[in-house]
T-cell receptor, first 118, second 114 residues
Framework: ETGVTQTPRHLVMGMTNKKSLKCEQH?????MYWYKQSAKKPLELMFV???????ENNSVPSRFSPECPNSSHLFLHLHTLQPEDSALYLC?????????????????FGPGTRLLVL | AQTVTQSQPEMSVQEAETVTLSCTYD???????LFWYKQPPSRQMILVIR????KQQNATENRFSVNFQKAAKSFSLKISDSQLGDAAMYFC???????????WGAGTKLIIKP
């Protein structure tokens, strides 16, 4: 499955570091998502971009800063994270909310970045 | 607000047998979509099957099929002829027609016994 790629796959960072997660989709979609998956918790939606515009920010702390330069790329910039931010970060893409036709509603996921904050 | 409930934290099945994973949801919408995703140890979230609420016919994808009971708000996943590669976390998810956000269940861990 190479429709949605994420780099790096694993990341270890200190609380004072700055790092970025990258997501790229090759499916021609115009909506992209960042999710956080922690142990024993359901997936948490963090951000949604629709045609490069941020349409959702689910009360995410400002130490997470998303960027969507075009419909194919999505970044998550990380700064002064806390140990509790350690998790699997998943990127997904789909057709935009305004799309019609079968399959428009389906989100396709990347392999995730496993983040450990020390 | 919509909610999705998976009441089985873990299920196990003998290889080649059939297993059913349960999912219930709560919504006041009439048009929506339901999904089953699989997350194997590799952590890749993979779409297994999807169902449009306006379709009465249950979706099927090879060995995977659903039992969609709209009135009961139930959406169970049946896996036939279980294989070792089916071992994974299975997540049920809901999406309203007017909102592209997915509402996720807590997941069911499926163990396949050889």
């Amino acid at each position: 499955e190479t429709g949605v790629t994420q780099t790096p796959r694993h990341l270890v960072m200190g609380m004072t570091n700055k790092k970025s997660l990258k997501c790229e989709q090759h499916l021609g979609h115009n909506a992209m998502y960042w999710y956080k998956q922690s142990a024993k918790k359901p997936l948490e939606l963090m951000f949604v971009y629709n045609f490069k515009e941020q349409t959702e920010n689910n009360s995410v702390p400002s130490r997470f800063s998303p960027e969507c330069p075009n419909s194919s790329h999505l970044f998550l910039h990380l700064h002064t994270l806390q140990p509790e931010d350690s998790a699997l970060y998943l990127c997904a893409s789909s057709q935009p909310a305004q799309a019609s036709g079968p399959g428009k509603e389906t989100q396709y996921f990347g392999p995730g970045t496993r983040l450990l904050v020390l | 607000a919509q909610t999705v409930t998976q009441s089985q934290p873990e299920m196990s099945v003998q290889e080649a047998e059939t297993v059913t994973l349960s999912c219930t949801y709560d919504t006041s919408e009439s048009d929506y979509y339901l999904f089953w995703y699989k997350q194997p140890p590799s952590r890749q979230m993979i779409l297994v099957i999807r169902q449009e609420a306006y379709k009465q016919q249950n979706a099927t994808e090879n060995r995977f099929s659903v039992n969609f009971q709209k009135a009961a708000k139930s959406f169970s996943l049946k896996i036939s002829d279980s294989q070792l590669g089916d071992a994974a976390m299975y997540f049920c998810a809901y999406r309203g027609d007017s909102n592209y956000q997915l509402i996720w269940g807590a997941g069911t861990k499926l163990i396949i016994k050889p």
